[in-house]
């Protein structure tokens, strides 16, 4: 008898939390209701390549914290139900082709905080349905050209805390649903190869966009422009000496930018009058010696002002006479 033999109307399966190091063929045979497993928290290194075999109408697979080194080439094969597979937290350093191909129903994938230091050219083409791809705290170093072609329900992308250089020209270019993306703490910089021109052209749904803590010393002209829909935006944590005229243009949305702990020296004049609707500016920690005239006279809503650490000697005339609403300077 196996261990789960008779229990063909079992549809939750809960092992998470022991010290289960592996899993015997089969282990899982004539389960074919079941709908969420649960292994997390384990000390599985591997798991059979035929483990999930008969199990079509399993929605939930929970596998993070559980040490796998690596993932046999069809073990997700005849899982056409798949909504979520959470894989992160383990060791993976690398993912066999067409791991998640016939994964066409999967909405939320976790490869964050493993080893990984590449990626097969499509390895994501199966899962078309993926609302959030996440691969935070990797290895990574660049991306294959395409490699998220054909993923036009994404709205979350994490790539932050890896070792990308550079973004390959189009790589966010059929993500159309996009909202967020992050891609702080990395090694890009202002290079047209580090971050190509119109890298984020037609994202016209995003929201948020992360480029803090990389080695950006000055952001290419236009970067930001058709992201009419952007709320946030960090571009904390680089050596920015200036910034572009009219950079924020169009960003009437934008209610929250971080320019913290950059190498400011000064402002162009004029450089919010678009953001409108800003409510708070990080300007801290930066070399600011002085600000331009009527610098906040635009932004009636800016509630959140900080300015603390920089090199300001003095003061334009009537610098906080606006409309705005400030709480905290």
Same mark, same amino acid.
């Given at each position: 008898?196996?261990? =789960?033999?008779?229990?063909?109307?079992?549809?939750?399966?809960?092992?998470?939390?022991? /010290?289960?190091?592996?899993?015997?063929?089969?282990? =899982?045979?004539?389960?074919?209701?079941?709908?969420?497993?649960? $292994?997390?928290?384990?000390? $599985?290194?591997?798991?059979?390549?035929?483990?999930?075999?008969?199990?079509?109408?399993?929605?939930?697979?929970?596998?993070?914290? *559980?040490?796998?080194?690596?993932?046999?080439?069809?073990?997700?094969?005849?899982?056409?139900?798949?909504?979520?597979?959470?894989?992160?937290?383990?060791?993976?350093?690398?993912?066999?082709?067409?791991?998640?191909?016939?994964?066409? *129903?999967?909405?939320?994938?976790?490869?964050?905080? /493993?080893?990984?230091?590449?990626?097969?050219?499509?390895?994501?083409?199966?899962?078309?349905?993926? !609302?959030?791809?996440?691969?935070?705290?990797?290895?990574?170093?660049?991306?294959? +050209?395409?490699?998220? #072609?054909?993923?036009?329900?994404?709205?979350?992308?994490?790539?932050?805390? &890896?070792?990308?250089?550079?973004?390959?020209?189009?790589?966010? !270019?059929?993500?159309?649903?996009?909202?967020?993306?992050?891609?702080?703490? /990395?090694?890009?910089?202002? %290079?047209?190869?580090?971050?190509?021109?119109?890298?984020? &052209?037609?994202?016209?749904?995003?929201?948020?966009?992360?480029?803090?803590?990389?080695?950006?010393?000055?952001?290419?002209?236009?970067?930001?422009? @058709?992201?009419?829909?952007?709320?946030?935006?960090?571009?904390?944590?680089? *050596?920015?000496?200036?910034?572009?005229?009219?950079?924020? /243009?169009?960003? %009437?949305?934008?209610?929250?930018?971080?320019?913290?702990?950059?190498?400011?020296q000064s402002l162009p004049a004029g450089i919010f009058d678009d953001i409108?609707?800003?409510?708070?500016?990080?300007?801290?920690?930066?070399?600011?010696? *002085?600000?331009?005239?009527?610098?906040?006279?635009?932004?009636?809503?800016?509630?959140?002002?900080?300015?603390?650490?920089? #090199?300001?000697?003095?003061?334009?005339?009537?610098? =906080?006479? @606006?409309?705005?609403?400030?709480? +905290?300077?």
């Amino acid at each position: 008898m196996g261990t =789960f033999d008779g229990l063909s109307n079992l549809e939750y399966l809960l092992l998470e939390n022991n /010290n289960l190091e592996s899993l015997p063929e089969g282990i =899982f045979n004539g389960l074919s209701r079941l709908g969420q497993l649960n $292994l997390y928290n384990n000390e $599985l290194s591997s798991l059979p390549a035929a483990i999930f075999n008969g199990l079509s109408n399993l929605q939930y697979i929970y596998l993070y914290n *559980t040490r796998i080194s690596r993932l046999p080439e069809g073990i997700f094969n005849g899982l056409g139900r798949l909504a979520i597979l959470r894989l992160h937290d383990n060791e993976l350093e690398s993912l066999p082709a067409g791991l998640f191909n016939g994964l066409g *129903t999967l909405q939320y994938l976790y490869l964050n905080n /493993n080893q990984l230091k590449s990626l097969p050219a499509g390895i994501f083409s199966g899962v078309s349905c993926v !609302q959030y791809l996440g691969l935070k705290g990797n290895e990574l170093w660049s991306l294959p +050209t395409g490699i998220f #072609n054909g993923l036009s329900s994404l709205q979350e992308l994490d790539l932050g805390n &890896n070792n990308l250089e550079s973004l390959p020209t189009g790589i966010f !270019q059929e993500l159309s649903s996009l909202r967020n993306v992050h891609l702080g703490y /990395n090694k890009l910089n202002s %290079s047209a190869a580090s971050l190509p021109t119109g890298v984020f &052209n037609g994202l016209s749904s995003l929201w948020s966009i992360d480029l803090g803590q990389n080695m950006l010393e000055r952001l290419p002209t236009g970067i930001f422009d @058709g992201l009419s829909s952007l709320g946030r935006l960090y571009l904390d944590g680089n *050596t920015l000496k200036s910034l572009p005229a009219g950079i924020f /243009n169009g960003l %009437s949305r934008l209610w929250y930018l971080d320019l913290q702990n950059n190498e400011l020296q000064s402002l162009p004049a004029g450089i919010f009058d678009d953001i409108l609707n800003i409510w708070f500016l990080y300007l801290n920690n930066n070399s600011l010696s *002085t600000l331009p005239a009527g610098a906040f006279d635009s932004v009636p809503y800016l509630g959140n002002l900080f300015l603390d650490n920089n #090199n300001l000697e003095n003061l334009p005339s009537g610098i =906080f006479d @606006g409309p705005f609403r400030l709480g +905290t300077l």
